[in-house]
T-cell receptor, first 116, second 114 residues
C-alpha cells in the first residue's frame, strides 16, 4: 500500500512569505502529526490531528497552523516566514493516534523548506 | 519536564562489530519508548518500541533494545553491524500515550568502517 506522501518535496521561499505543505496519510489512517527537524533543535513536535480535530500542539508560535480534512489529508501553513523556519518538515500518520501494541506511526520523506 | 537524552552524537564502529546506542528518558508515568532510524534525505522508520511487558524488545533489521526502569534507559543494541546500518538513530518517548506526540532525542549518527 502507498506510504505517507508529502508534497512538495522541496520548496524555496522568501522571508515574509507564507507557505502551505501537504500530507496525505496512509489510507485508513485517521491521525496525522507534524514535526520540524533542524540541525540545531532536532525533531520537534508541531501538532497532531485526529478526525479533523487538533488533539495536541507543540510549543511553536501562532505563525504555524494546520488543519485536517475529512479524508484525513492534512496541511500545515507557516505565515510570515523567517530564516529560522528553514527545516525539514515531517508528517507522520497512524491508524488511531494512540500507542497500541500492533500499530505504529509511519513517516513521510518530508518537505525541505528553505527560506532566503 | 519530559525529555530524552542521547549522550553520543556520533559513533563509529567497524563492520561486524557489536553496537550499543544509549538513550535515557525522563517521564513521570510508564513510558512508551521508540527507536527510529533515518537515512539521509529520508523520513523516519520505526525499528522497535517498548509498549509493556517484556523489557527486552526485538525489532527489525536485527536490532533489540532493553528497557531498564531503574536506570531510565532504553538502549539499542545490535550484535553485528552491517555497512547498511550507517544512518542516524533517534530515541523517542510518547507523551500521554499518543502515537503522534513524541519527544525525540537529538539523535546519534552511526558511521560504519569497512
Amino acid at each position: 500500500k502507498a506510504g505517507v506522501t508529502q508534497t512538495p518535496r522541496y520548496l524555496i521561499k522568501t522571508r515574509g512569505q507564507q507557505v502551505t505543505l501537504s500530507c496525505s496519510p496512509i489510507s485508513g489512517h485517521r491521525s496525522v502529526s507534524w514535526y520540524q527537524q533542524t540541525p540545531g533543535q532536532g525533531l520537534q513536535f508541531l501538532f497532531e490531528y485526529f478526525s479533523e480535530t487538533q488533539r495536541n500542539k507543540g510549543n511553536f508560535p501562532g505563525r504555524f497552523s494546520g488543519r485536517q480534512f475529512s479524508n484525513s489529508r492534512s496541511e500545515m501553513n507557516v505565515s510570515t516566514l523567517e530564516l529560522g523556519d528553514s527545516a525539514l518538515y515531517l508528517c507522520a500518520s497512524s491508524l488511531v493516534g494512540i500507542v497500541v501494541r500492533n500499530t505504529e506511526a509511519f513517516f513521510g520523506q518530508g518537505t525541505r523548506l528553505t527560506v532566503v | 519536564a519530559q525529555s530524552v537524552t542521547q549522550p553520543d552524537i556520533h559513533i563509529t564502529v567497524s563492520e561486524g562489530a557489536s553496537l550499543e546506542l544509549r538513550c535515557n528518558y525522563s517521564y513521570g508515568a510508564t513510558p512508551y519508548l521508540f527507536w527510529y532510524v533515518q537515512s539521509p534525505g529520508q523520513g523516519l522508520q520505526l525499528l522497535l518500541k517498548y509498549f509493556s511487558g517484556d523489557t527486552l524488545v526485538q525489532g527489525i533489521k536485527g536490532f533489540e533494545a532493553e528497557f531498564k526502569r531503574s536506570q531510565s534507559s532504553f538502549n539499542l543494541r545490535k550484535p553485528s553491524v552491517h555497512w547498511s546500518d550507517a544512518a542516524e538513530y533517534f530515541c523517542a518517548v510518547s507523551i500521554g500515550g499518543s502515537q503522534g506526540n513524541l519527544i525525540f532525542g537529538k539523535g546519534t549518527k552511526l558511521s560504519v568502517k569497512p
